[in-house]
């Protein structure tokens, strides 16, 4: 690499959750300030409109075909992985490696690789209590993949401080990561005039986002309560308005408008529909969990991810409270500010700039650093 030459970044990502969002958002970002980005596909193909995020970017889409860590975790398909990822790294010849996944910092690299710890299935079993499963030969595999990946790389980041602590508890790795705060352009216009209505985001199968929670504690309610996701065959939530999978600029076209917007997860390494949600202009109602304390503390309201009436109870008072709501709309998107895609791109380049620099992990301060 010359020093006139601009930084080449082989990235993966996956079209199947928020990654989706986190890295098109950044890789458009990195892109628009001069690197070179190549977007590399696991699992899915990513349908028209999740393409249409990448449609005034540089960035060069690549879809590899290669099944997604957690769907193969017994490993199957890693063998085609290091065949497919080799051939693109010797036509692409990256400078970094800026993987969404573990496993994949196993493969021999030659370019220095940096690891974002979005979640994994073991914190997810954990906080779902739902870990027994985890026991099975193929969830220890993962397991261990996940442990290598983290060891491998040459540095690897997580998305708040909670979910970093997460990681290191379970994994030990041999470097003690960095923070780097997930961040989102502002809403391209302020927030429309509120509707009374409470909107949510979150596949309602997922006992994580606990949509389940949210449809026994509406019962009641004076307003609507519209939930944005893919919906389980059979699903009956009929308190519920269930949307469906909308696309990305429909969702955040409708956060413009709620009033409130809840999320009673029981695990989320962070959160990218909160954060969207709150620079719309939403009051939030949050599980009191430790990630959304770190990122909201102040700005939101905190509530028992395992009490339907708790939650009832803040969703009816809000409702009723035009001060309140409008207090902590304001709160939401002021604290939105400080969670900007500029900032989260300039820290990952400055993450790149001191791999490309020293070529080795010493690189890293022997204390977590955080990027805020």
């Excluded at 609507?224 to 919906?231: E, S």
């Excluded at 956060?255 to 954060?275: D, K």
């Excluded at 509530?303 to 009723?320: E, I, K, Y």
């Excluded at 895609?341 to 890293?364: E, G, K, M, N």
Aim: contains cysteine.
């Amino acid at each position: 690499m010359s020093p006139s030459a601009p930084i080449k970044v082989l990235m993966t990502t996956d079209a199947v959750g928020g990654v989706w969002t986190y890295s098109t958002g950044l890789a458009s970002e990195l892109a628009a300030t001069g690197m070179e980005v190549h977007l590399v596909t696991l699992g899915p193909t990513a349908g028209a409109e999740k393409r249409a995020m990448l449609r005034h970017s540089r960035v060069r889409l690549v879809e590899s075909h290669l099944a997604l860590e957690w769907q193969d975790a017994g490993g199957d398909d890693l063998p085609n992985a290091r065949r497919c990822l080799k051939d693109l790294e010797d036509a692409i010849q990256p400078d970094i490696v800026h993987l969404n996944s573990f496993r994949e910092a196993t493969l021999d690299w030659r370019a220095p690789v940096v690891v974002v710890a979005h979640s994994c299935v073991n914190s997810w079993g954990a906080a779902c209590d739902d870990a027994e499963w985890l026991s099975e030969p193929k969830w220890r595999h993962y397991t261990r993949a996940v442990a290598a990946g983290l060891d491998r790389a040459q540095a690897w980041v997580a998305p708040t401080r909670t979910f970093h602590d997460v990681i290191w508890g379970l994994y030990r790795p041999s470097s003690p990561g960095t923070v780097i705060w997930n961040g989102i352009s502002p809403a391209v216009s302020p927030p429309s005039s509120k509707r009374r209505l409470i909107l949510a985001a979150g596949r309602t199968w997922d006992a994580a986002k606990n949509v389940s929670a949210l449809a026994r504690a509406s019962k009641g309610l004076d307003w609507p309560v519209f939930v944005a996701g893919p919906d389980a065959p059979g699903n009956h939530a009929r308190e519920l308005t269930l949307m469906g999978d909308l696309s990305h600029s429909a969702l955040r076209a409708r956060m413009q408008h709620a009033a409130i917007f809840a999320s009673p997860a029981r695990y989320e390494p962070f959160g990218l529909s909160v954060l969207e949600a709150a620079s719309a202009g939403c009051a939030l109602v949050l599980s009191n969990i430790p990630t959304f304390r770190e990122l909201w503390s102040g700005a939101a309201l905190f509530v028992d991810p395992n009490d339907d009436r708790s939650l009832h109870l803040a969703l009816a008072g809000l409702c009723a409270d035009d001060r309140e709501r409008a207090r902590l709309q304001l709160a939401a998107r002021h604290r939105s500010e400080r969670y900007s895609l500029v900032q989260t791109a300039d820290a990952y380049r400055a993450l790149y700039r001191r791999l490309l620099a020293s070529r080795c992990p010493s690189v890293l301060s022997h204390a977590v650093e955080v990027h805020a």
